[in-house]
């Protein structure tokens, strides 16, 4: 479709919101080609839809801005990028110690790492996962400490005010945990309110953070925010995760490790 000739800055906006719906990203070359445009009015208009949310910018053009879908429950994702979160697990393990108290959150990911950490010895896991109790629940060397509250049967973990006061009682030396969205521009997010105020809990309690977050996750945006980029120290993610995503959490101090 030819694309040239005087169409107003909205309806052009229009068009190029179509071409990065339909390639995930443009660059303002192949918008100044497009539409027979400088490249000042190009990165205007980027710019303007960047402002409106609808795209994100990058250097030298613009990429899709990907939400997070609604999350299926947590025993129907297990199967969903199950290479990945393995490798994520194992390289996530590999950062805890004999000896250490570490907190696991909930989601498949977590569950991997919980799964590599059965040969510890004289670990206190702490966790509101009922996957994570299941996991460890036969090793004798790991000390299992559940916690209590409303059960996310989606999540199969205990949130709400119950857990986050337990939580807020307790000091680890890491935490490992799972999160809806993580982006560079605006943080960890959630889709559950109750969920979320267990994070931000989860945050405060170990010097240590550490998210497991597989490429599907990276670069997403969910509804509730918990916490900028910031509040993070290491990344564990895999191979799929775009080199952009990884740059700009990397320019944020965020320790990213590639499984």
Do not use: W
């Amino acid at each position: 479709m030819d694309m040239r000739g005087d169409v107003s800055s909205q309806e052009r906006q229009r068009q190029i919101l179509y071409l990065i719906g339909r390639s995930q990203r443009v660059t303002v070359n192949q918008v100044v080609a497009k539409f027979a445009i400088s490249q000042a009015t190009a990165r205007r208009d980027l710019e303007a839809l960047a402002e409106q949310g609808k795209v994100r910018r990058v250097h030298g053009g613009a990429i899709a801005v990907r939400g997070a879908p609604a999350e299926p429950p947590v025993l129907l994702r297990k199967n969903e990028q199950s290479a990945e979160k393995r490798r994520i697990g194992q390289a996530a393990a590999e950062l805890v110690s004999d000896g250490e108290t570490v907190f696991l959150g909930s989601g498949t990911s977590v569950v991997e790492v919980a799964t590599h950490l059965r040969t510890r010895r004289a670990l206190t896991v702490i966790t509101n996962s009922l996957l994570v109790l299941n996991a460890l629940a036969d090793v004798p060397t790991i000390t299992v400490i559940g916690l209590g509250g409303g059960l996310n049967r989606s999540g199969m973990s205990f949130i709400g005010h119950i857990a986050a006061q337990a939580l807020s009682e307790l000091r680890t030396n890491k935490v490992i945990f799972s999160i809806r969205g993580i982006d560079v521009e605006h943080g960890l997010t959630n889709d559950d309110l109750q969920e979320t105020m267990v994070d931000r809990v989860i945050l405060t309690i170990a010097r240590e953070v550490i998210i497991v977050a597989d490429h599907t996750k990276c670069g997403r945006v969910a509804a509730a925010v918990v916490a900028p980029l910031t509040s993070v120290n290491t990344l564990v993610t895999d191979g799929l995760t775009s080199p952009e995503f990884v740059a700009g959490a990397r320019a944020q101090g965020v320790r990213v490790i590639s499984a």
